[in-house]
């Protein structure tokens, strides 16, 4: 795999690793356009717990990244050989900021009771916020 594959494959996991969980993470203390990136990072969580690499790459990340994934065996081949080696861990949505170019969602994650905080940005594809990558 290219070392730009490989980074952003890396990314990916640790993107997917946060939302694997058995819960997913809470949408209710936001509202408007941060209620939809709440809803995405949320929605990613639940895919993930799922193993649904097809609604992963089709509603959750954004063209950008899917399409760097694609020299890499493809976005779906990608990510189930990274879900079979996610855990259970607990995640929280600490902050959400919108801007006009993009959103950051801050996220806490909470594994083998280590916490961490990470940031993934969204874009906007048509009416939908989507994960383009992880900070």
Not at 14 to 29: D, H, R, W
Not at 67 to 92: P, Y
């Amino acid at each position: 795999m290219p070392r730009h594959l490989a980074g952003t494959a890396c990314a990916l996991a640790l993107t997917v690793g946060l939302a694997a969980c058995g819960e997913t993470a809470s949408t209710s203390n936001f509202k408007g356009e941060s209620h939809s990136v709440a809803q995405t990072v949320s929605d990613l969580q639940a895919d993930a717990t799922a193993s649904d690499q097809k609604k992963l790459c089709e509603n959750d990340l954004a063209a950008t990244l899917t399409a760097r994934l694609r020299s890499g065996g493809g976005c779906q081949a990608v990510l189930k050989n990274q879900l079979h080696e996610i855990d259970a861990l607990n995640m929280t949505i600490e902050s959400i900021a919108v801007a006009v170019a993009g959103a950051t969602a801050r996220v806490k994650s909470t594994y083998s009771g280590k916490s961490r905080v990470t940031t993934l940005t969204l874009v906007k594809e048509g009416p939908r916020w989507k994960i383009s990558g992880v900070e």
